[in-house]
Structures are given as structure tokens and as C-alpha cells.
């Protein structure tokens, strides 16, 4: 795990010495690197530190370092600010009533680009910390908007948080289901289908693969998400989990 | 239409092959391409693959295949999803009281990357699909927030969803009739005018601009659109449209 | 102010132009540029305008002239539009009710990548303006916005708008005083704490200096400000603040 | 003419005060650019410099800068030097004799770099002055050296060189005539043909035009020329020449 | 064998090609390219091009082609031509005296620059024809020139070129019998030796390895190269040579 | 002194090790590094290696490691080879006479690129070893080609090169005195001037500047030198040279 990582010359540094201690020690798979963003200028850098080196295994962004180096104006880790909204038109017909306004996602763009970088080179992209552990709610909240956006974990900072982890970084039941409908539905993952009213073709059919191949993959370690998902119990050789 | 363009490279191969098509067939005007972004690494190349050749003359994205690429944890087709919401603080009044939570849009960050890729370069961006065939109000949102960030068309999936996206990509009667206002109000673009309480200059001129051409583009071609515009018949030569 | 920066190019120009200048003037400080981003191609441009030169103090967008040439259908300067929203999915117990929607940010991704290319270099990001000058509420809505993700202040296109800035750009008094707390029990900023139920370590004690070194800077100019972050009255040296 | 060239800056720098002064005078036709390459910087920036702009008309070096930037040891302005020499193996059968000494071109690299950069883009490639005066012999080996390898033309300081250069920056007249006699014998440049002994295609043929269409247009202007080259005499009508 | 390579966009198109083709014919093995130089442009981006793809097996150069891109002012093929030399300086013994006068080689950056692409990225470079087949004593000089260099070959216009090639592109006895002594002094390669009051280490023995493994390449296939350098006859089985 | 520099990747490696090691041993100067180009590879990548570090002091080249990897065909270490020639053309009076020929500098173009790289970043260029210990002619050749060309100094294998060196790599004392001459009779380095039949100006007032800087330099150390330049010797305090 490397800590703030601000552009490919981070990485080059440590694949070198990494490759050396590597030589020394005779390791015959190479030491793999878990990238940690924490400043703007990682950000402005992504692509480029997610394609410095065969070795990255995955980023994670680390919020709090993040804000201070944007000048962000939050003393909160992760998660929305009360602050950061938009607001509704004036009713013309009431312009005095109460606008209703809406809370926006002040880490959109980062987690966006990040998980672009991450998956273009076939890296995993991570959520960091949520910094407030008594927000129970606030932190599944964030967990699972990352998990949306395509990241596949996040840092546990108290044991309550490992069990909202694994509510939120394993799909929900019902898109499980409806995603091994359409595999069975359409099993080449050809042509164009009508399904629940909805448009399947082979690129939705990749999208219910990558719901399917995941829950599958947490099935076989979690009987309790085996039974939600519906998978039959099967004996599992040791390690051959991905 | 090229699908899954991921680099300038595949839009440079593209070009050479068509230029000898064009030279074989003998063809005076250029053959154009639109370009399909289907995985996170085409997202990672925008900027390059809009500049790749003065043959792009747009691109759309397919939600599906994009979100696949992502991994992101949906197996809709566009549009949002309820789980990605950012969440109001509790109310220290009432702690146990449920808190409001707001949807987000995941495909801000793609949409407006893709915009500014293109205008930058003079090709038009479109949205791509919306899956859901039998949810118009949701397509119809989806298509709203693409019109707004930029975008001028849509894929059309089903009858329905063209007449939703002929509303859609039209712009709205009153914000044109405010447009033409302040145009009248200033010929030239020039100077800083109050106009029903907000300051116009060339910047808004500008933006004025934009929704009356594209006003009366749409209403040469649609008598319902004129007159919702309150532009008058007018005889219009054929071709004249560009 | 360099209005209309597109690339790295109008920036050593404007450089160049500089150095003569002031070469010419026997000028020992160097003149600073403020550049303003109004195109698609400054925004794809941003990181390498932000590099350019030492000379860039910082940035800030003009919204209507940036709408104008992504073609965005809006006649608004800055601010949401009610068009950009995103909708819960149907009440399965109760299809036909009212769906609930969600305006969003349309500047979301303008201002994060600004904010990125900006402190990465250690210029200053700042909003510009915000056009509807009778419209307080969703002025104050759009310069929180920018405060939250960055910014450090905006342009006022009227007096009431000078005030909304003051009110926004300095820190919450309540977020100052936690800040405070957090910096008092962690006076070397090392190790981890929890302070009210949230955990606390050199990266959040990072975002606690950046809140309580901006509220001092500008209590030592605004004796309220100072009343309501609890800061002593002290007498300050003149040319002391940064 | 610019001096002092070292990179694509400088370039972009008077393009811009060009256009502006351009735009300021209603001047039609753009005014070019020579650049003048009189350091080490200015020689690693060569491909970059030439296509900066579209006003880049052509190049020469200062040999004398140029020498300095490098520290190169020597005070002459072009032209070889006694001290670079290569030196034959010793006689093994009589090891004390003296060895052959071949002197050696000091700015072969600098020139056909150059050559190449230029003609890249279609700009034109010139030597610049040679400071000895005196020494007609060696400012014509000089210029000879720099016409062979694909300059057209070089700086004159003192009237006799300019003789020295119109004898030089013509081919010889028995090129000429053997490029006309394959020019004659492939009319269409194609095929394989032998002419005296040596074969001839159509990269052959494109040589021979080189210097056909060169003796052609000095004819034009030069009776003696016209005469050593077998051209008739021919009215040509005023500015017809290229 | 690509003609008249520009720049990667070149080979990119080849590669993309290639790999269609290959993939409908259910090659194994890829195809591979050789690049062949023809204008200024091509030698400007020598290194891009060999670095472009790994199907680049080698280069060569087409010298007429590239004298008329280049517009230098000769009709020959390759070799070297009177007009390009040095001149001594005058004798100031004797200063009405003839002065020595070396030619110069016109392609020494071209080759050399190609050599240094090619090689570092494992491709081989080959000179191209040299166009006189009258003059055998040029053409073999013109081969060696470019042997010393580091190219592996040369195209043949003529029978009597094949032996010229087959002579030149082998190495001297004398050299190969040296290089034999230095390995077998240093079989290791390790250590500083003096042998023939020549310093010998490491880098040298690579040398000389490179002079043995050609001679003992081009030894297994010509049995008089095989006697003139010393080696035994063994006999070798069928396609055992690289 | 970095052997075996392929690309800026190997500067920045020792870079960051060397500012730990700094950093950990509290040293207030930075350590300098020299770097040995030794391959193909490196060549092709000069100018981003010389620019990769402030710390680059100068540079060398390794003739045998870099002959050995461009697959030169020599086992000489540095010098020139009598197998790389130009050729006269044959005497038509005397088709059958010996044709003289003129041996070639098979490291013009390395020396020359490397020379380029160095000075423009200020750093300092340096021929490496010469091999062959028996050969001081040989060898003081080699040395004083790369001295004309820029180099500032070699590597001595042997006491004998040691004086070699002390030769070559000072100025001729009839150059020195020549542009004593030149600065004496231009004091401010203005104007065009005729000296001995050569045109001087701020360019060759430069060169001569060189000149005589590296003069006193070493005539500071070399009484023997310092008679030879015609410097009257003066008292220096320790420390005063550059």
C-alpha cells in the first residue's frame, strides 16, 4: 500500500525497488501495489499512475487528506455535506414557501474517474474510510454509492463497519435474480430480447455477468448470501475462488 | 458508426481504411464516423479520440457495455438507480426520525466529460439508449438531464421513446421566448443589460443564441414546434436547413 | 485576467508578453494571471493551462459563456436548472403516485476538475458569477456549492451579492469550533483519536487546519467573524495577514 | 527572422503578436517566419520548432552561437576544423611511418537534422554565413557541403561569397543533363530502366526532378545558367516564377 | 514490407490489418513488418515508428526517395558523392598550394539514428540498394560503411551485388580471431585483461560475442566462411539456426 | 556515476534514493550523478535523460557497450575503423587507378546528440574510454574529435592517456591567443568587427569566450599552461575556481 501517490514517478520508484528485493529474495510472483490517493494532484494524475505498472493491484482514495489538499471546506471523512446542494426554482404560484432543495454527492467526480483509471487497466478500484462511526446510515449510504459507481470494497474503521461492508459490496438479491433470468433467458448472450419489459442484448447480458459472477464468487464463501441468491450449496475444492 | 472505441488508434485505422474507400469508390465528400464509448478505457481517451480526425462527427455512449467495463453494480440500461443517494444528516431535534435522502445521477461525470470532448473539437454528443421501455417518465428524465448537460439526440429503443425525445431535444417554449427577448433587447451582444431582473451580457447573449438557432432549426421542420416558438410560416426553399 | 484561456498556449503567450513588460518597467514582483476557463476546450485543457506557468494565481469559470459553447440548453448563469434531475423508480405498491425527483448539479464535474488542476499547482480555484441577482436564495445555494468542493470565493455582480460571498466563503462557526477541539486534543497531529464518536488522524487534522487557518485569516479582518469563531480580539501588525 | 530559437514557445510567442498585428494592419496574405538555430537547446527542439506553425517559411543556423551554446573548441565560423580528424590503423609492415589523417565535418548531424525538420513540413532549410572571408575555398566546400545534403541557399557576408553561392546553390550542369536524359527516357516515372549503368525507378526519377525543376526555375532568372544547362531561351511572363 | 513509413499511424494501420487477417486464417505465428524509409518525415520519427508495434522486424532505407524528400542535391543511389567534403586549411608554408580534400559520408546520421531506433527496440536494421551496379568498389564501400554501423544487410540490385553483400556483411577473419582470443582468455566475461595491449572487460566481450555468434551463424551455412574463420565442420540438424 | 542509462526512468530512480539517503544523513548538497550511456536505447532517449534531474552533473558514453548493443561490427573500444569509408570516383582519364578513400567518424552522430543534450541542460559532456593503450596517436585523436565536437574531458585507462588528455582537452594556444585578441579588441562584445580577414560579432566574441574562460581556467592549475596562454601568473586564494 502506497500512500499518497501523486503521479507515475511514485509508482516507477517502487517497481524498481520492489524488483530489486524481488531479485534479492528469489520471489517468483511479483509484489503487487495498492495505490492510495490523497491529493489533487493524484487525482489530475490518474490515468496515468494506474498505467505505470503491471503491479497495480488496486486504489483507494483517502478522503480526509483529499479535502485538506483540495481546500475542501469539510472537517468530515467521506460521506455528503449539508452544504452541498441545489435548490429549486421559486414556486411562482406560492414564491414564498419553503424551495425544496436537494443534497448533492461531492465526491462524484473522483470516484468516476478513479474507477475509470482502475478498470481500464484491470485494476480494482476501493472506497477509503468513513470517517464517522456512530453514522451508521451515513456510511452505508457512501459504501453503497461507491459500490454503484463500480468500486468493490472500502476500509473498515470499527467492526460495525465490516458488516455494513458486506451488506452493501454484495448485489441485492432481486438484481441477482433478475440478472440470472436473462442468462438463462438468453444463454450465448446474443440477439436482442424483451424481458420484464426491458431490453436485454449482449451488452445488459454483460452487465447481469458481472452481477451474477460476483454474488457467486460471495456465495461460495457465505452460506447466508448462498441461500438470498438461491445458489445450491456446493462443495467447494480449496482455493479455487478467484 | 464505430462501437467500442477505446483509443485515437482505433479511429485512425478507421480513417485510413475509409480514405481508401473513398479513393477507390472516388467520393468527393468525407465519409464521418460516430463513435460508440463502451468501456472505461474509451472514457480515459476522450479528449484523444474526439481530436483523433476531423471525421468524428459525434458520439454517444452505451450505458450497458460502459457500465459492464466499470463493473458498476447495475443492471439497468441508463437512468439512475435508488442506490446511489447521498443522505441528510439526522435532526439533532429528532435523531430517530427518518432521514431524506437524495438520488444521484451516476452518469454525471461521463456525460459532461463527453460533452466538453466534443463541443471542444465541433462534433455533437448524444446520449446513447435508455433501456426501460415501459418507464417513460424515467427515460424521459434521463433524456432531460443529457439535453441539459449538453447533448442533441438520443437512440431510440421503441415508437415511444422518439416522440419522448422529440419533446426532450426541443427547447423549452419559454426559456426560447426568453431568449428571443433579450436578443431583441440586444442586437449586437454587446454591453450589460437587466432583463426581468437578471444581468445578460455577450456571455448570455451567447447562450441565447444557441436556444433560438436551435429553435428555429427544429421549427422549419415542425409546424407544432413553430407555432409553440410564435415563429411565423415561413416558406423556406429546400436544402435550406443545415 | 486572461479571458477565454483554451490551452497551455495563451497562457505562455500572455507569459511572454509579461516578461517583456515588465522587464521594460524594471518590475521585481512578477504579475500574477487570473485565468478565466469559458470553453469546452479549457475545460479538457485544464491541468496543462494550470501548469503553464508559475505566473497563474488562479481560475475561475464563466458559466453562461461555458454553457454557450457546450450547447447546455440553459439561459441560466450558474445555478441548477430544474430540468437536470433524477427520479425514483415507480411505488411497486402504488404505480401510478407521484414519482419523487431530484434536481442535480450541472457544474459538478466543471468545478471538481477545476478545484484538481488548480490546487495541484497551489493556484486558487473561485466560482465566478451567478447571474439572476434577485434570485439570493440560489445564489447563496450555488456559492456554498463552489465553498464546499473548493472554491474560495466568486465575483459579485451586485452589492447583495457581496454579502451572500462574505457569508459563504468563511467557515461554518460550528465546524470551526470542532476543528478547534480537534486541533487542541491532537496538538502534533499524530496518532488516531476519537473525538464525539468520529475518528481523528494526521488526515483529518489536516482538514482542521484548513478550517481554522481560514476562519483566523478572516477574523483578523471582520471583528464578527472573530466574535463567532471565539477568536480574542488581538492587535494585529499591519501587512501581517497572507 | 527570429533569432535564438530553442523551442516550440518561441514560435507560438511571435505567431500570436503576429495574428495580432495582422489582424490590427487588415493584412491578406500571413507573414513567415525564419528561424535562426544558435544553441544546443534550439537543435534537441528541432522537429517540435518546425511545426509549431504554419508560418515556419524556413531555417538556418549560426554556427558561431551554435559552437558556443556546445562549447564546441573551436573560433571558426563554419566550416571544418584541423583538430577533428579520424586516423588510419599503422602500417603493420612499417609501423613508424606517418598515418593518414582524414578530416572530418564537424556539423554533418546539425545540418541533416535540420534538413530533415524542415522538410518535414515542407519549410526550407538553409545554411547560414561562413566567417572567414578570406578563405573562398573553404566557404565554397562549406556551401557545397550544405547543398548536398539538402540546403538551398546560405547567408552572405562580404560580395564575393555571394558569388561563391550562385555557383554553388545551382547543381552542376552535368547532373542536370543526366537527370534530364531520364527524365526523358521514363516519361511517367515508372518502371525499372537502366541509363548508363545505373538503374533507375520512380525514386530515381523524383531525384532527377529535384534537380531539373531546380536548374529550370534559376534558368528563368539567369542567362548564363539557361545556357550551361541546354535550356532554351523562353519569354516568360512577369511573376510566373515560383 | 511497408513502403514510404511516415510515423506510428503507419504501422498502427498494418498491425490492426494484419491482425483481422491473421485472425481469419487462424495463423499462429504473427506476421511480421519491415519498414522501409523513403522522407524526411519517416526519419523524424524513427524512434515512434520502431517502438509502434512488435511486428517490426527491421528496417532499411531507401536512399532515392529519401534524397528527394529531402531535396538533397544528388542523383546517385546511396554511396557517396565528390561535392560533399572537408578542405585542410591552407598551407601557410606554401598557401598557393592544392589542399587535401576529405569526402564526406552523407548518411551517416540517417543510418546511424536508424541503427540506435532499430536496435533498441530488438528490430534489425539493413541498409537499402545502392543504385550504380557498374561500380562494384563503391557499392561494397557503401555496404561496409553501413556493416561498421551496425546494419545486418543490404537489398541487391544485381547478381554481382549478392556477392558483394555476402563479403561484406560477414566479419573480417582477423576480427573473429581476435574476438575467439578475448573469450577464450575471459570465459566469464569478467575482470580487466590486457590481451594484444588492448584493455579487454566485460564490455568488450560483449563485443567480441557479438562478432563470434555471427561468424558462427553465418559459418554453419557457408563452408568457406567456416574454414576462413577457423571453425569445424559440425554437422547441424535442420532448422537449429536463429 | 549511473551505469547502463536507458530512459529518464533510471534518473528518477536514483534520484528519490538519493534524496532519502540525503535526507537521512542531513546533508545540506545535493550528490550529483553522472550517467554512462552504454545502449542503443539510451541514445535514442538523451534529451529526456539529460533533462530527467537537476542532478545530472554530465554524461559519457561506454563506445564498447554501446558498439556491442547496436551490433557494431568492431572490437575496438572507441576510434575509428578502416572499414567505414566514403570512396572516390573513378578517374575517367585513368578508369583503373586506385581510388582514394577516406576514412570516416563512426561516432559523429553519438557524440554530436549527446553533446546537444548536455549543454542544454547545462550539464557536461565527456568522450569515455579509448581501448587501445599501445595506440597514443589513436587516441589523442579520438580525444581531441570529441573536443572539438564539445566534449570537455575523457576517461584515462592508462597514466599515458592521463597526458593525452591534459593535451587535448586544453585549448591551442594559437586559438587562445586569437581570441584574446578578439575580446581585447571588442570589450563589450558589440558591433561587427574584421579580424585577420574574419568577421567578428557578439557570436564569435562568445566562441572566444569560451576559449579563453577554459584557458584560465586550467592555466590557474598549470603553470605550464598559464606560460603557454601568455596568463601572467597570479596569486589565487584556495577555492576560487569554478
Known sequence: ??????????????????????????????????????????????????????????????????????????????GGHPGYRTIADPDPENPDAPRPSYQQDPWHYSIARMVDACTSV???????????????????????????????????????QIAIAKRVYSPDPDEVAFAKKVIEAIPDGRGVHMIDGKMQDDATWKQCQVMVKLAEMLARKDPELAEAYGFERTVEPAGAAA
Open 122 to 160: 484491470g485494476a480494482l478500484p476501493f472506497y477509503g474510510p468513513y470517517g464517522d462511526i456512530s453514522d451508521e446510515e451515513g456510511c452505508e449510504t457512501q459504501f453503497r454509492a461507491s459500490f454503484l459507481l463500480g468500486c468493490v470494497g472500502a476500509w473498515s474503521l470499527h467492526p460495525a
Open 1 to 78: 500500500m502506497i500512500p499518497k501517490v501523486e503521479g507515475p514517478w511514485d509508482i516507477h520508484y517502487a517497481d524498481r525497488l520492489l524488483a530489486q528485493l524481488e531479485a534479492k529474495a528469489g520471489l517468483q510472483r511479483p509484489i503487487l501495489l495498492h495505490c492510495v490517493l490523497e491529493t489533487s494532484q493524484g487525482v489530475a494524475n490518474l490515468e496515468e499512475i494506474a498505467s505505470a505498472s503491471p503491479r497495480i493491484q488496486g486504489m483507494s482514495f483517502g478522503p480526509a487528506d483529499l479535502a485538506a489538499s483540495r481546500r475542501m471546506k469539510t472537517t468530515r471523512v467521506g
